[in-house]
């Protein structure tokens, strides 16, 4: 198995365009999300999905959008970058819906920069 | 609202010293708690996944504790070496209403001197 897997590793974007980041699980894991991790501070959910053609928003939603037509893929798109998302974001995936009963893997993050 | 604390942000210690990290959580109603580790540039690896009922969960060197009734949980390292240099995060479950999102300390960054 692969694992989670995130790409790209590396972006750097310019104020104002938009990209997806991908983000991919081989272990039917129902679940997936995406984090994001800024200096001195904890994880912080952005968006999750308890299963697919199912997405809901977490604590930092503004910005992103996500769909998942599939229990693999879980893309997250930014609208319109700003300087406020440069961050590192992480995929997580487990295989239970109930995140917080389940362990979690997490894909190598995707380091983001927004000029 | 759950809200996770970890203190010290960074610790330094030798090699062969055991150690305990902790993890302070607000809302005591939670049924387990989560810790993980980080290596620089790297994701995040589950460690160890510790059940309100439990008490205690142990792995090789490392032994987790959780004390719902002071809001705190504890990750000790037994026998620190150098690999044991990361970052050790703690998440709590997002209560009260939900079990779909964990709430996540800024992390230990522990460095272990050869």
């Known amino acids: 198995n692969a694992g989670v897997t995130q790409t790209p590793k590396f972006q750097v974007l310019k104020t104002g365009q938009s990209m997806t980041l991908q983000c991919a699980q081989d272990m039917n894991h129902e679940y997936m999300s995406w984090y994001r991790q800024d200096p001195g501070m904890g994880l912080r959910l952005i968006h999750y999905?308890?299963?697919?053609?199912?997405?809901d928003q977490g604590e930092v939603p503004n910005g992103y959008n996500v769909s998942r037509s599939t229990t693999e893929d879980f893309p997250l798109r930014l609208l319109s970058a700003a300087p406020s998302q440069t961050s590192v974001y992480f995929c997580a995936s487990s295989y239970s819906p109930e995140v917080s009963k389940d362990e979690q893997y997490f894909g190598p993050g995707t380091r983001l920069t927004v000029t | 609202k759950q809200e996770v604390t970890q203190i010290p942000a960074a610790l330094s210690v030798p090699e062969g010293e055991n150690l305990v990290l902790n993890c302070s959580f607000t809302?005591?109603?939670?049924?387990?708690l989560q810790w993980f580790r980080q290596d620089p540039g790297k994701g995040l690896t589950s460690l160890l996944l510790?059940?309100?009922s439990q008490r205690e969960q142990t792995s090789g060197r490392l032994n987790a504790s959780l004390d719902k009734s002071s809001g705190r949980s504890t990750l000790y390292i037994a026998a620190s070496q150098p690999g044991d240099s990361a970052t050790y995060l703690c998440a709590a479950p997002g209560l009260p209403d939900s079990n779909y999102q964990l709430i996540w300390g800024a992390g230990t960054k522990l460095i272990i001197k050869p």
């Open positions: 510790i059940q309100s």
């Open positions: 999905s308890v299963g697919a053609g199912i997405t």
């Open positions: 809302d005591s109603a939670i049924y387990n």
